[in-house]
């Protein structure tokens, strides 16, 4: 079993629909980030974090770290919103190495 | 600002053919480093780490070898190819937990 799963594998959305990506994962950590990757390659880092929930425009991130569970939620999506998204984890004693899971096609049809 | 740069962006190698990967890393000090491997269809896989200069940990044993001749350069070699080194290579740096991700080399070997 992965350290890090993620779910759905795939996802397909209409245009301004609310889409939820779901991660869970079965160590300790020091922070969990979401990553958007685009079709040609490119890796962004959206979010990092530790507790609680965090926004960033149309994006919303939570974590709950007793049930080891993050969501990454898009409001109103877009068609731009389609990309990879990844969850990843940090934990304390690693200097920075992230264990991925297997990311989240997204599709977003106008 | 930070940045970091990957060259080159694509490249096509025979089997058998060496390899060299450069990323460099501007605007910051002693960051760690690392190269992720991203197999087709499959999730990021960590490499190698460097927390300084001439440090190397390798995360999996393969064909590669990595090393950090400064503070602020980061390479990745191969002596002889093979058809499974094909794939997206990712450079990172990171302070702390959060991770930046250069644009990253598409290899494919023939």
């Known amino acids: 079993k992965n350290e890090v799963e993620q779910s759905p594998q795939n996802l397909t959305a209409q245009e301004g629909e609310f889409i939820t990506i779901n991660c869970s994962y079965s160590v300790g950590i020091s922070a969990l980030h979401w990553l958007q990757q685009h079709p040609g390659g490119g890796i962004v880092s959206l979010f990092m974090?530790?507790?609680g929930k965090k926004k960033h425009g149309r994006l919303i991130a939570t974590i709950n770290i007793q049930e080891k569970h993050s969501s990454l939620h898009i409001t109103a999506s877009h068609p731009r919103d389609s990309a990879v998204y990844i969850c990843?984890?940090?934990?304390?004693?690693?200097?920075?190495?992230?264990?991925f899971g297997q990311g989240t096609i997204l599709t977003v049809h106008p | 600002s930070q940045t970091i740069h990957q060259w080159p962006a694509t490249l096509v190698q025979p089997v058998g053919s060496p390899l060299s990967l450069e990323c460099t890393v501007e605007g910051t000090s002693n960051p760690n480093l690392y190269w992720y491997r991203q197999a087709a269809g499959r999730g990021l896989q960590l490499l190698f780490y460097s927390v300084g200069i001439g440090q190397i940990s390798s995360e999996v044993p393969q064909n590669l070898s990595a090393s950090r001749p400064q503070d602020r350069q980061f390479i990745l070699s191969s002596k002889k190819l093979l058809l499974s080194d094909s794939g997206f290579y990712l450079c990172?740096?990171?302070?702390?937990?959060?991770?930046?991700f250069g644009p990253g080399t598409r290899l494919t070997v023939l």
């Open positions: 990843a984890v940090s934990r304390g004693t690693s200097y920075g190495k992230l264990t």
């Open positions: 990172a740096w990171s302070i702390g937990d959060t991770q930046y």
């Open positions: 974090l530790s507790s």
